[in-house]
């Protein structure tokens, strides 16, 4: 999917240029940082493609150990949840189900932190992980707040102005993305869910 990829990247330009605009040291996001990496959220058809792909892509030890990491985890929901089971489908519950669902489980580490506090399939992260970290211009859309759980530990980096970004166009060409990978049979669901697809 190297077209919803070079979308995902235009995510990461906007990061860039944020962090360019910081200056050296004041964004404290790098590999061992795994503070954001904690909890149950929701991706998108396409995210689940690509994040299924990362897996695919592993050497077969790390593979078996990510997939334990997320069936773990979706025990953890199912124990919360009950009934809710494969294929993981986040449109099956109540958005307020849901919501229940991520605040029971916010404290939960992603399947993918791996024990060195990388991330076993950054290339292959979703756009919810792309657009952690700084506070988003996002014009018409309105202002979306950085939610890093330790800024408030950087007060240079907690008082970095919102970067802009064209958010309307990014989820107009990512809907049509979440299209196609509906056609092809996934669905929103958890990164845990994708994992063990």
Known sequence: MPTYRSLLESLDVWFARGRDAAGPG????????????????????????LVAEGVAGLPEAEAVALRSRAEAQ???????????????DVDALAEETFDALTEQLADAACPALTA????????????TCRMTGLSMDAGHAGRLDNHCP?????PRYAALAPVPFDLMAFEEQAARHDEAALARGSRTTTLAGALVQ
Do not use: K, N, T
């Open 26 to 49: 004041v964004i404290p996001c790098r590999r061992a940082c795994s503070a954001c990496c904690h909890g149950v959220f929701d991706i998108s058809p396409a995210d689940a493609e």
């Open 116 to 127: 060195d506090g990388g991330c076993a399939i950054y290339a292959d992260r979703p756009a």
């Open 74 to 88: 979706l025990r953890l929901c199912s124990a919360q949840r009950p009934g809710w089971g494969p294929p993981w």
């Open 150 to 154: 330790i800024q408030d530990g950087f």
